[in-house]
Each structure stands twice: as structure tokens, then as C-alpha cells.
Nanobody
Framework: VQLQASGGGLVQAGDSLRLSCAAT????????MAWFRRAPGMDRDFVAA????????YYAESVWGRGAISRDNVKNILYLQMSNLKPEDTATYYC??????????????????WGQGTLVTVSS
């Protein structure tokens, strides 16, 4: 699986943004997928994850109520819709895919494939 993230950019606090992650070569429908982010000088943090069929989603407390993860297994695209963005959301966002289970969805080490990252900068 190859993943290509896009949709990042410079936005103002309070704005909304939708990130996309296109999967190529092999269908990602067999894998759980997720978004992680890394702020400058910080560790990579879990943002949101979604099960293979898209029926269940999991979120970090920091984006609860502001983030919505979804996937289109026909188009092979993963999305992350973020609203009411805050300066602390500034980070490089990475999509990931893997043969994961619910208990490992928040663990970056559980994911086998990663996109290259897309930078989101939120100005105050």
C-alpha cells in the first residue's frame, strides 16, 4: 500500500480543513487506517482511526468534537475533516494503514504503511 496525503495549508484559527489520503496499488479496504500528527519538536501523536469497513471511529481527546475521520473504500481515499482549528493543531499530519485491531489503533508502531505527511499551520 502506498499512501499520499494532501490538503494541508495555512489557515486561521476557527477555520475548517479537510485532509485526504489516497491509497494506491493495493486496496486499503482490508486495513484499519488512521491519522497521526507531529508538531515541531514533539512526538508523533494519534489523532483519529477508523476500522476497515468504516463503521467505527476513534479520536484523540484533543480533537474530540472537532474532527471527523471517514473513508471511501471504492475510491481508496481516507479523509480527516477538522473544524474550529486551533493554533495547537499546527503539525504535519500523516495517514497510516495497517492490519490493526481496536486495542492497537492508537499505537503508531501498529501501522505498516505511512504517507509522506501534509503540513497544517493554524495562525491565531
Amino acid at each position: 500500500v502506498q499512501l499520499q496525503a494532501s490538503g494541508g495549508g495555512l489557515v486561521q484559527a476557527g477555520d475548517s480543513l479537510r485532509l485526504s489520503c489516497a491509497a494506491t496499488k493495493r486496496t486499503p479496504g482490508a486495513y484499519g487506517m488512521a491519522w497521526f500528527r507531529r508538531a515541531p519538536g514533539m512526538d508523533r501523536d494519534f489523532v483519529a482511526a477508523i476500522t476497515r469497513n468504516g463503521n467505527n471511529a476513534y479520536y484523540a481527546e484533543s480533537v474530540w468534537g472537532r474532527g471527523a475521520i471517514s473513508r471511501d473504500n471504492v475510491k481508496n481515499i481516507l479523509y480527516l475533516q477538522m473544524s474550529n482549528l486551533k493554533p495547537e493543531d499546527t503539525a504535519t499530519y500523516y495517514c497510516a494503514a495497517g492490519r490493526i485491531i481496536t486495542s492497537t489503533m492508537r499505537d503508531p508502531n501498529a501501522y505498516e504503511w505511512w504517507g509522506q505527511g501534509t503540513l497544517v499551520t493554524v495562525s491565531s
